[in-house]
Every structure is written in structure tokens, then in C-alpha cells.
């Protein structure tokens, strides 16, 4: 085999970024999460325009191709609403047996699973942590410590995105700080 067949690779790392041309970049604000929170009255004291998570991703196949793989790195800042920590939307696949991986990079936090029968629990995240997300569970990250939280995710490309659920019924448990602690009540 000839040189000319060895290429770089269209993306890497610096430290948790992403980088490489085709990476996308997306934001979601204060004024994005309406309704996700629980206490209204706090959540109204924070500037809407206030950045609560970035998204990079790497989306190789057009949406709904099936076989394909996307990969994404979120980057979830710390803070609460009222004593609710900083989180994702979350949401269920739209194909809803399709599964994910989430991995912890940076900071430490917990994955939220919440299945159709509205059972909730939840993993710890920290850099290092994997995550297996298995078909037909809803999946959100709080922040719950005082820094950036980053964590990796790869999932199919046919999975889509069902955030109406959540957004109609949340999730049936909160991440709370009780003292200092994470508590899901
Ligand atoms: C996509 C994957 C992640 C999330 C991201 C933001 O399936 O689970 O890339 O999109 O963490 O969360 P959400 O719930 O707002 O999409
Ligand atoms: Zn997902």
C-alpha cells in the first residue's frame, strides 16, 4: 500500500473539544428550558439569555439513515434553578429501541433513566464514567458539582429525538441539593 492512502482522520481532540470542519455546533439557553424546571419564581430570576449547555457533534449520514452512528460531546454548565441543578431537556429516542452510550469527560454530574413505566434512577458521572442507555429509556444529565461538566455520547443515526414526552411530563423524580447532596426525590 502506497502513502496516499494514509490520511489524517477528519476529526480529534483537544483535551474535551472537538474538533474537525464538519463538526456542528449547537446552544440551549436559559429562555430554551421553559417549563423544565420546578420552581418558576427562581427560574424567571435568571437571565434568559444565559447559556446552560452546548452541544458539538459529529453527524456523518443524514438523519434517519439507519446503520449510521452520530457522535456528540455536551458541555453542561454548572448552576441551579431554585435547588435544582443545571440539566439537559432529556428526552426518549423517537425510534424508541434504539440505545445510546454517554461517557464522563470532565466534571462530575448523573445521568437521569426514566423508563416508559415512569421508573426513574440514575448513574453518577464523573471522567472516565460509562454509560450504556438501553432502547425505550428516557435520558437527561444534571450538573452537580461547581464546574463544567462534559460528556460524550454515540448513538444511531435512526434514533431521532422525542423531547414532547418530557417536555408534556417531565421526569417522575428531580435531582435536588439537599445540604450539599444530590437527591432525587
Ligand atoms: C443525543 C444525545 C446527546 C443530547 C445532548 C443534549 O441523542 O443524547 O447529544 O442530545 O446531551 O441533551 P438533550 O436532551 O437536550 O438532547
Ligand atoms: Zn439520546
Redesign the pocket.
Known amino acids: 500500500m502506497s502513502t496516499s492512502n494514509i490520511i489524517n482522520p477528519a476529526l480529534f481532540f483537544a483535551d474535551d473539544n472537538l474538533i474537525g470542519d464538519k463538526v456542528e455546533k449547537s446552544v ?1 439557553r436559559m429562555k430554551d428550558l421553559k417549563g423544565i424546571f420546578q420552581d418558576e419564581a427562581a427560574f424567571l430570576q435568571i437571565q434568559e439569555e444565559k447559556l446552560v ?1 452546548e ?1 458539538s ?1 459529529f453527524l456523518p449520514v443524514k438523519e434517519g439513515t439507519p446503520g449510521g452512528l ?1 457522535f ?1 460531546i ?1 458541555y ?1 454548565y454548572p448552576g441551579k434553578v431554585g435547588d435544582e441543578y443545571f440539566m ?4 426518549f ?1 423517537a425510534n424508541i429501541d434504539r440505545a ?1 452510550f ?1 461517557w464522563g469527560l470532565k466534571g462530575e454530574g448523573m445521568l437521569i433513566f426514566m423508563d416508559e413505566q415512569r421508573k426513574v434512577w440514575a448513574e453518577r458521572m464523573f471522567p472516565g464514567s460509562l454509560h450504556y ?1 438501553p432502547g425505550g429509556i428516557a ?3 444534571a450538573n452537580t458539582g461547581n464546574q463544567m461538566l462534559s ?1 460524550g ?1 454515540c ?1 444511531p443515526s435512526d ?1 431521532g ?1 422525542n ?1 414532547e414526552e ?1 417536555a408534556q411530563n417531565g421526569f417522575a423524580c428531580r435531582l435536588v441539593d439537599r445540604n450539599g447532596v444530590p437527591n432525587l426525590i
Open positions: 440551549r449547555y452541544v457533534s452520530y456528540g455536551t453542561l439537559t431537556k432529556g428526552h429516542h445510546e454517554y442507555i435520558h437527561r444529565v460528556f455520547a448513538w434514533a429525538h423531547y418530557i
